[in-house]
């Protein structure tokens, strides 16, 4: 009798284990989603489908464990297993087990009002303050039904004096139709003109703009950062240059209207900013160790070289580009001493999902390094991103069946300290800037009115030392709701206010950055 009890016992402890261990959609899920992956998988947004509540994340659980575990999802194309940059959009080892427990245990949704808030994407831009240019594409309608198209705008700057970028983002019209915004200034009137050949607003062109001669300016992305630069850098606008924007539209978006505009920030003196230069140091035309050439049928693989200036130079970012019959490309550097600097590399190459990539610091490299860049080529029928069916002859070009190797860099001339210098201090397993909720963040607290029980949520960067108090509109403390160590991650739980007389209240939280309140009320 008392070994079945006992064995009974048992199993319901290791139940209710289980059960405990489950991770759900409310307090487990959701934010991992809305901080990752809610900027493009919202209505209206780029993907494909919407995650932004329990119901769209379940029709979807499947897939999206298989994309996270493939690492397809969220897309970020440099492999962190070769150099870890700035802005990484990664999970964590946690965060991917959290998904597949979730889906594994039956998604299931938890307690709703535990929840944390729907994230609101600003349709003004994420940059605070007011933009000192805004370039602004006329309203364009896609004609992209069976073929991507890249779609090139001229806007003059209508600058008259030379200025130093300090920031800048894309703000896209139709978030559901732009996939990413290169940026370009344009000084020779060549993009101008190739404007002026054809009707619509803007010319297609896929490589880049048409020109070599346009000044490379950076690019965005759905799901990136804005383009900042450290204090005191900036880069250079010239003067009466005309701003050229290449957006991508995707396939099956014909008939759809867009109305992109960049939000440009400029720095209020060019007295002590140090420029910033973006340029394809690396590039099939001049340091490719043979012409950039693949017949049909045949895959091949090219190194570029560049010995560096007898200048020491600080590297901030760097953008790889090929067209869409390379497969993988590296970069790397050598230094005069024979240290090996990592800087990219890229193992599954795709086109579409190219971008601008910052180191977590600035690099120092030395007078007289080495910079490399290596890249893999298949132009088979294996190659299902062949432009070509059956494979041709592929040569270097700007036209879709050409292909490119160039390595964007962004530079400076080195000055002492200049590897001191971070643009990103977060710890790099997914934990960044990028996510939504950032900082700590104190939410509305459920219900309201309470009664018996009070549901307090709050979203914390790091582990940090902090107090939850009640306190009453003259300042006496109530209750301690929680004090010690405030965990990573979204936390959300609920405590007992039923001794609590009615009234109004203030939660407070208190941390070593500050103090957060939300007010309550309470009702009997």
Request: aromatic share 10%.
């Amino acid at each position: 009798m008392f070994r079945t009890f006992t064995l009974t016992l048992a199993c319901v402890l290791l139940n209710s284990y289980a059960f405990a261990q489950s991770k759900v959609w409310s307090t487990d899920v959701a934010p991992i989603i809305y901080n990752h992956c809610a900027s493009c998988h919202k209505s209206g947004g780029i993907a494909p489908f919407a995650l932004m509540n329990y119901s769209n994340a379940f029709a979807n659980a499947t897939s999206m464990l298989a994309d996270v575990k493939s690492g397809k999802m969220p897309p970020w194309p440099p492999d962190p297993k070769y150099s870890r940059l700035a802005h990484e959009r990664l999970l964590s080892s946690a965060e991917i087990n959290t998904i597949e427990n979730w889906v594994n245990n039956g998604a299931k949704e938890g307690d709703p009002a535990l929840a944390p808030p729907q994230p609101i994407f600003s349709n003004k831009g994420d940059l605070p303050g007011t933009p000192d240019l805004i370039a602004k594409i006329p309203a364009y309608t896609s004609t992209a039904s069976t073929n991507d198209v890249y779609q090139c705008f001229v806007l003059p700057s209508g600058t008259t004096v030379d200025k130093y970028i300090t920031a800048f983002e894309a703000v896209p019209g139709n978030r559901g139709i732009v996939h990413h915004v290169l940026v370009f200034a344009d000084t020779t009137g060549i993009c101008r003109h190739l404007d002026s050949l054809t009707p619509e607003p803007g010319y297609v062109n896929f490589g880049g703009v048409g020109t070599n001669k346009a000044i490379m300016l950076g690019g965005w992305v759905p799901g990136g950062a804005p383009v900042q630069s450290p204090l005191g850098f900036g880069i250079r606008l010239p003067k009466h240059a005309d701003i050229v924007l290449q957006i991508h539209y995707p396939k099956g978006t014909s008939g759809q209207t867009d109305s992109t505009e960049v939000h440009f920030f400029f720095s209020p003196t060019s007295t002590g900013i140090r420029n910033l230069s973006i340029q394809p140091a690396l590039n099939y035309v001049t340091n490719i160790d043979s012409p950039l050439f693949i017949p049909a049928n045949t895959t091949r693989t090219f190194t570029e070289h560049l010995v560096v200036p007898p200048i020491d130079i600080s590297l901030l970012g760097i953008a790889p580009h090929m067209h869409l019959i390379g497969k993988n490309i590296r970069s790397w550097g050598v230094t005069p001493a024979g240290d090996t600097q990592r800087y990219i590399r890229v193992n599954n190459w795709d086109f579409h999902w190219q971008g601008f990539y910052s180191f977590r610091n600035l690099i120092k490299v030395p007078a007289n390094s080495d910079l490399y860049a290596s890249a893999y080529y298949d132009n088979t029928i294996g190659n299902l991103d062949n432009p070509s069916s059956p494979p041709k002859d592929v040569s270097g070009g700007e036209q879709t069946t050409d292909e490119m190797m160039l390595v964007y860099f962004v530079f400076t001339p080195y000055m002492p300290g200049d590897e001191n210098i971070k643009i990103d201090s977060t710890t790099p397993v997914g934990i960044t800037p990028l996510n939504y909720y950032r900082g700590f963040q104190l939410f509305d607290p459920y219900p309201d009115p309470a009664n018996q029980l009070l549901a307090v949520k709050y979203y914390s960067e790091s582990n940090t030392e902090g107090m939850i108090n009640l306190v009453s509109t003259d300042g006496r403390v109530m209750h301690t709701i929680k004090k010690g160590m405030m965990q990573q991650g979204y936390t959300a739980e609920y405590y007992n206010v039923a001794d609590i007389p009615t009234g109004i209240y203030i939660l407070s939280v208190n941390i070593a950055g500050g103090m957060l309140t939300k007010k309550v009320i309470i009702k009997h």
